[in-house]
């Protein structure tokens, strides 16, 4: 139960939720990838109302936060890679577009 479980087994599923959303976005399965990021903060609701019992200053609690920072800076620099591809992306879109309204305005279409 939920309720029962200790600090350590909550960080642990919150760090294996964060590998899979790794894997995810590494698949570019964004749907996925935001059902595991609500299932993260979910869990970090839950994370927070549990006693810590000294976990995160452990060696061990220590070594998972490391692990855990890692993934999410990975993470972090993922995702702006993929908004910086696709700003650009929509950019070029935009310039083809701008680009064939002014040759197809310029036109005179009657015959």
């Known amino acids: 139960m939920i309720g029962e479980e200790t600090a350590q087994n909550l960080w ?9 959303m790794k894997k995810f976005l590494d698949k570019q399965d964004m749907e996925f ?3 595991l990021l609500d299932q993260r903060e979910r869990l970090q ?3 927070n109302q549990t006693v810590d019992g000294g976990f995160r200053n452990s060696i061990e609690g220590k070594a998972l936060f ?9 993470i972090i620099e993922q995702m702006q890679l ?3 591809i696709s700003k650009r992306n929509h950019q070029v879109a935009k310039a083809y577009d701008d680009f064939n309204n002014d040759q ?3 036109r005179n279409w009657k015959g």
Do not use: A, H, P, V
């Open 66 to 74: 490391l692990q855990i920072q890692q993934d999410n800076q990975y």
């Open 45 to 47: 609701i839950i994370l």
């Open 82 to 84: 993929k908004m910086s």
């Open 33 to 35: 990838f935001y059902e």
């Open 12 to 20: 642990m599923r919150y760090r294996f939720l964060t590998l899979e």
């Open 104 to 106: 197809i305005g310029g």
